[in-house]
C-alpha cells in the first residue's frame, strides 16, 4: 500500500496541541504507512488516513483480505475460554445490566455476557458481520459507532477489544462513550502500549502499523483523554485482564498438530514478560485499560 506523503495540520485528540511531527513509514508487511507524532503528549496517528468503509469487507472478517481478522467463528469454541475469564473479571466490578460490545463482530463475546445474565447490545462496521450476530439473536446497529443510535445514560459495561485504535475522530468517540455509559459505568479498553518496550524497540516494523488502525494510544495519554472526557479510577492490567490459563487454552484452536504445544511455552514467557517494567515501562506494549464514568 502507498500512502502520498503529507503534513498534518489537526489538533491533537489528547493534547489539544498541533506539534505533529512525521516520526516515519511504518516497515510492518511493507504497508509504508506514514506514522505522526505529537511531539506534546506523545500520541501517534497514521496520516492521511484510509475511508473505513474500504477498509472492512467480507475478505477482512473471513480472513481472506490482505491485512485481515482471522475469522472468529472457526476458532469461536477456543475463544470463549477468554471471553469467559474476561466476563469473569468484568462481573467483579458490574455484575450484571446493559452490555455493549463496540465492534462486535459475529457475536461470540456477546453470547458469553448474555450467558453469564447481561442484557447484550452490539456495533458492527460490518454488514456482513452484524448480519450473522443479528441472526444469533443479538440487537446490533450496523455502522460507524460515531452514527449509532444508542440511548444515554443507559449502559452499564462498553466494551473495545482492539478497537479504539481502529476509530477516527477520538474526541467525539470518548464524548459518546461517556454520553451512552450510566454515572459509574464501566469502560473496558483493549489496544496496544506505546510506552512499552515492546513497540519502542519494534520502530517501524511493530506489528501494529496496520491500515485500519488510526490512533496509536499509550498508557499515560489514554488515562489523558479519559480523564478529560469524563471518566475516573482508571485500573491499568498490564498484558490482559485474564489469567494466562485462559490464554493458553484459548490457543490451542489455532494448533493443527500437538508439536505446536511448544508455542505455549513462548507464550508463557510473553504472559510473565508483561507483568514486568524496565526503567519505568512494561516490557510488553498489551494492556487493558478499566475505566469509570464520573458519577
Ligand atoms: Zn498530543
Redesign the pocket.
Given at each position: 500500500m502507498d500512502f502520498p506523503r503529507q503534513t498534518l495540520n489537526e489538533i491533537?485528540p489528547?493534547?489539544g496541541?498541533n506539534l505533529w511531527k512525521f516520526l516515519y513509514n511504518s516497515t510492518f508487511n511493507h504497508y509504508n504507512i506514514p506514522i505522526f507524532l505529537?511531539a506534546?503528549?506523545g500520541?501517534q496517528t497514521q496520516y492521511p488516513r484510509p475511508k473505513a468503509s474500504e477498509l472492512y469487507t467480507e475478505e477482512y472478517y473471513s480472513g481472506n483480505a490482505d491485512f485481515s481478522y482471522r475469522d472468529e467463528r472457526k476458532t469461536e469454541k477456543f475463544d470463549r475460554y477468554v471471553w469467559n475469564a474476561r466476563i469473569k473479571n468484568i462481573q467483579k466490578f458490574k455484575y450484571t445490566g446493559q452490555f455493549l460490545d463496540v465492534g462486535c463482530s459475529f457475536g461470540g463475546f456477546l453470547n458469553c455476557a448474555k450467558e453469564a445474565g447481561f442484557d447484550v447490545t452490539g456495533v458492527e462496521i460490518s454488514p456482513f458481520s452484524a448480519k450473522i450476530a443479528e441472526a444469533r439473536g443479538f440487537k446490533v446497529f450496523t455502522g460507524e459507532f460515531l452514527d449509532a443510535d444508542l440511548p444515554e445514560n443507559f449502559f452499564d459495561v462498553v466494551t473495545l477489544v482492539e478497537v479504539i485504535e481502529h476509530l477516527s475522530e477520538p474526541s467525539l468517540v470518548f464524548a459518546k462513550l461517556n454520553r451512552i455509559l450510566k454515572p459509574g459505568g464501566l469502560l473496558l479498553l483493549q489496544t496496544a502500549n506505546f510506552e512499552g518496550w515492546q513497540a519502542i524497540e519494534a520502530g517501524p516494523s511493530y506489528h501494529y502499523y496496520l491500515p485500519g488502525h488510526f490512533y496509536y494510544y499509550s498508557e499515560s495519554n489514554l488515562k489523558k483523554i479519559l480523564d478529560q472526557s469524563g471518566f475516573k479510577d482508571h485500573i491499568t492490567y498490564p498484558g490482559v485482564d485474564f489469567s494466562l490459563s485462559a490464554k493458553l487454552l484459548k490457543s490451542r484452536g489455532s494448533f493443527s498438530s500437538w508439536f505446536e504445544y511448544w508455542k505455549w511455552i513462548r507464550i508463557g514467557i510473553y504472559h510473565w514478560k508483561s507483568k514486568f517494567k524496565k526503567n519505568g515501562r512494561p516490557l510488553t506494549s498489551s494492556m487493558v485499560l478499566y475505566s469509570f464514568k464520573v458519577e
Open positions: 491533537c489528547c493534547c496541541a505529537c506534546s503528549c500520541l
